[in-house]
């Protein structure tokens, strides 16, 4: 065949079908998937705990801090530890620790300038309930060391997402928590705060401190380039809207007046950011026919909706998934699910120099299948309830988004 070809005339080899470079993806691609926190193993010589999630990711001081919760399952328990190593040209390095013989979730970094601050929620310990106490802050000091954590803001605030944009600090997170799973008759009141020295916060919007209330509680958000806001909100408690997720614009000179989209689907854990022109969501998929949270039994009291949205979704299977947020039209829609399965997604994620984002992410052991890490779908699946009792590992992955500088 060789032979033939290089015998071939000059005229004929030119009229060979050239070899054309593969089109450019006009979606998002992933790369570089890595186990950064094993489940019953170590990093940075600290072991890890059965189940690894609840995290958050920031560089500073030309490293990269990771913080996450461990613990024997994803339930509250009086055993969970806050862990923090930073990954830097000497590898990975123990940062600190934190233990209060209670759960501890929603670590949350923020750097202001040369100082870096972790908040935390401090929560209950029994592993059927949800119990915020406080929000806890923390500075560091030196490597391995960080100042005594003191509380900070109000009772049982829980952080959601802390981060600096265009010179400004913001925190948001949500009081009244407690009524997500238990009736309380208060509604879940999400703030919308900011803070000039990491420790004392004050309203973005003069006098407003609470931007939405209702059965929203974890809310993720991003700017515009006009400076308006668009939010993502997990609404779980449910309300007068319904269950599931609200999408939700403020304008530029009213952020604190929100116009809000209902959607039925629950993207637990949102986290919002942007690449380019484009808002993305990293959040929970529903693997079910619909991926709805709200299944529209109507026939049923508020209080019995909850009950049964809650135990249907429990008992299914879960993917930690990218979607696309339309500002415009305040919808979301499904583009792609990270490696994962069962109990899975509490995103944080880092842009780099070369236009990629890297995703870290915590989901139950991905080696149990063939291609598992590269192909979720060929996994064996459990349901969120029975992932939530085995073993948890947090790994990373770059995602390559199409024709877009960050």
């Known amino acids: ?39 019953g193993g170590t990093i940075a010589g600290v072991p890890t705990q ?92 030196a490597p391995g060391s960080w100042s005594v954590p003191e509380d900070a803001y109000e009772p049982t605030f829980i952080p959601w997402r802390a981060r600096v944009i265009d010179g400004t600090a913001y925190l948001m997170g949500y009081v ?68 599931g997720s609200k999408i939700c614009t403020a304008p530029a000179g009213d952020l604190a007046t929100w116009t809000c989209s209902y959607d039925k689907k629950k993207y637990d854990s949102p986290l919002v950011f942007r690449h380019g022109e484009d808002v993305w969501l990293v959040g929970r998929r529903n693997v079910t026919d619909t991926g709805n949270y709200d299944l529209d039994r109507d026939d049923l009291t508020p209080e019995e909706q909850s009950w049964e949205y809650q135990a249907a979704y429990s008992f299914s299977p879960k993917r930690c998934s990218l979607w696309k947020v339309d500002p415009t039209s305040r919808t979301v829609g499904f583009v792609l699910d990270l490696p994962s399965r069962g109990d899975t997604c509490f995103a944080s994620q880092l842009d780099n120099d070369d236009g990629t984002v890297t995703i870290y992410n915590y989901s139950n052991e991905l080696d149990g299948a063939p291609d598992c890490a590269k192909w979720p779908e060929d996994c064996e699946d459990v349901s969120w309830w029975v992932g939530q009792g085995m073993p948890t590992i947090v790994y990373r992955v770059d995602v390559t988004f199409p024709g877009a500088a960050p």
């Open 1 to 39: 065949m060789r032979r033939a070809l290089l015998a071939a005339p000059l005229f004929l080899l030119a009229c060979e079908d050239p070899v054309l470079p593969p089109e450019p993806s006009t979606e998002p691609t992933l790369a570089g998937f890595e186990v950064v926190v094993p489940s």
């Open 176 to 243: 009244g928590g407690e009524g997500i799973y238990a009736e309380t008759g208060e509604p879940i009141r999400i703030h919308f705060l900011k803070t000039a020295d990491g420790r004392t916060f004050e309203p973005v919007v003069p006098g407003k401190p609470v931007v939405a209330e209702g059965g929203g509680s974890e809310t993720d958000f991003a700017f515009l380039d006009d400076g308006s806001l668009v939010t993502v909100t997990r609404n779980e408690a449910g309300d007068e809207t319904g269950w």
């Open 50 to 141: 059965n189940a690894n999630n609840n995290l958050d990711v920031v560089r500073f001081q030309g490293r990269t801090f990771l913080a996450w919760r461990t613990a024997p399952t994803h339930f509250a328990s009086e055993l969970t530890q806050l862990y923090v190593a930073s990954e830097g040209p000497d590898g990975w390095r123990f940062e600190g620790e934190f233990e209060l013989e209670t759960d501890l979730r929603e670590p949350r970094f923020l750097v202001l300038g040369d100082r870096l601050f972790l908040y935390f929620a401090v929560l209950g310990t029994n592993s059927t309930k949800f119990e915020p106490k406080n929000m806890k802050v923390t500075e560091y000091q």
